[in-house]
């Protein structure tokens, strides 16, 4: 079992920036894909970024790619996602997930294990 907790979100104005952070149970190093959702009330969960094992690939949604970055560190067991140039169409509530596999990272169903998830606010 991966317990993941999402932290480093909250209210930020437009064009401002953001970094948050997943932390991993103990159980887990490199074995795990790491991918990051975002869910808007009523709408559904989508892709965000995701990362691989290693950190060597990374893969962006079409929204974020040159404003979002994300990246890992396995030693602390710990995957960051970057937030610049936010807008306000950015707020909505951010998770991470875990895989085993390494492909369709852009799918819900590939990932394994969900945080609780992080809101993350842009005001205008």
């Known amino acids: 079992q991966v317990q993941l907790v999402e932290s480093g979100g909250g209210l930020v104005q437009a064009g401002g920036s953001l970094r948050l952070s997943c932390a991993a149970s103990a159980t887990t190093s490199g074995t795990y894909t790491m991918g990051w959702f975002r869910q808007a009330p009523g709408k559904e969960r989508e892709f965000v970024a995701a990362i691989s094992r290693s950190g060597s690939s990374t893969d962006y949604a079409d929204s974020v790619k040159g404003r979002f970055t994300v990246s890992r560190d396995n030693a602390k067991k710990t995957v960051y996602l970057q937030m610049n140039s936010l807008k306000p169409g950015d707020t909505t509530l951010y998770y991470c997930?875990?895989?085993?596999?390494?492909?369709?990272?852009?799918?819900?169903?590939?990932?394994?294990?969900w945080g609780q998830g992080t809101q993350v606010t842009v005001s205008s």
């Open positions: 997930a875990a895989a085993l596999r390494s492909w369709a990272l852009s799918t819900l169903r590939t990932y394994d294990y």
